[in-house]
């Protein structure tokens, strides 16, 4: 049974960071690639962070340069790290991978960013 569980999420003010982490289970986690996704109220969920089985990460404009994306295989674990946070950022962030053609998705994590 796949489970992806995020962490990390929280109150921060304009400016701050957090390291949000999802931990994965049921899967070879080396061997997928893991994707952060983001849904603000009232707006869609949308693409922000994806990391490759090799490494290889893409990012969304509205986050590219101030957000990273990592995994520790050995932890089976992976993690986007968000600094220079704004207001626009407030989100419940989730934690995404595919398995045999089938999405599977963590509960999700909020980060609201206060003025």
């Not at 690639?33 to 869609?44: I, L, S």
């Not at 089976?76 to 599977?104: F, R, S």
Request: proline residues 2%.
């Amino acid at each position: 049974q796949v489970q992806l569980v995020e962490s990390g999420g929280g109150l921060v003010q304009v400016g701050g960071s957090l390291r949000l982490s999802c931990a994965a289970s049921g899967i070879i986690f080396s061997d997928h690639v893991m994707d952060w996704y983001r849904q603000a109220p009232g707006k869609q969920r949308e693409l922000i962070a994806r990391i490759t089985s090799g490494g290889g990460t893409t990012y969304a404009d509205s986050v590219k340069g101030r957000f990273t994306i990592s995994r520790d295989n050995a932890k089976n674990t992976e993690y986007l790290q968000m600094n220079g946070l704004k207001p626009e950022d407030t989100a419940v962030y989730y934690c995404h991978t595919t398995y045999y053609g089938i999405g599977y998705w963590g509960k999700g994590t909020l980060v609201t960013v206060s003025s």
